[in-house]
């Protein structure tokens, strides 16, 4: 998936030779408490060890997602037994909304940024294989040594209003303030077909334009034309730029 690999070289610090020097437990410790207070699944990644911790509780069991040890570690920042429940379109709006968000709060103050958090509802199958709505927050902590973006932690929860007449939502907010700041702009979804809109998330997912036809079960013909289209009506050079298009904040 190619918003994946973008978000692997925006987020993962090089060794540029001034390292982090936050302690990590105490922001394991932080992700520990949130699991343990508010029966949240809790992830925290580490952008300069490409690591995670996974804490685990009671929302796991419901959620069918049942680790051996708690926490666990993973030799990626990306949590795959748990981005695997997430509904397809949901998990590549996720990936969309957390590229904005790094960029967004790439342009304020480095004191500035503690004080925004992403807030989405998102569909996740549970134990029984339904989807259910899950909040999702995410916040991001900067190192005051190097200036980089060195955690990421993300906790997933139950949502209250379990109404299927809900739409998934993809907000940033300021907790300082009680403000959304920015909402979901895929604007997009007003301008395409709903045929140009699934052409779109299989090139975004990184598919060419045979699978597409095939997954599709079109030509590759009409999948060209489709496209084509998509580039005329959004006036961009090509189908990835559709997606950068979406990731600039409004």
Known sequence: ????ETLNKTLLQKNSGQNCLLDIEVYKAIAFTYSQTENSIAVLSDMQLNKSWVYSSKTSSELGINFH???VLIDSIWEEEI?????PDDKLKKYIHELRFFKLLKSMKINERQDFSVLSRIRMKDKDEAYRFIQHRMFYFYSPYNLKLRFALC???????QSPQLPSEFLIINSTK??????DKLVYKKILSPRELEVLKYVGEGFTSKEIADS?????????RH???????L?????IMAFSESLQVK
């Open 1 to 4: 998936m190619e918003i994946v």
């Open 155 to 161: 906790l997933y929860n139950f949502a209250l209003d």
């Open 178 to 183: 009680g403000e959304v700041v920015v909402e």
């Open 69 to 71: 040890e708690n926490p």
């Open 235 to 239: 006036k961009v050079k090509n189908s």
């Open 216 to 224: 599709l079960s079109i030509s590759i013909n009409t999948v060209n």
């Open 227 to 233: 496209r084509q289209n998509i580039l005329e009506k």
């Open 83 to 87: 981005l695997k429940k997430i509904h």
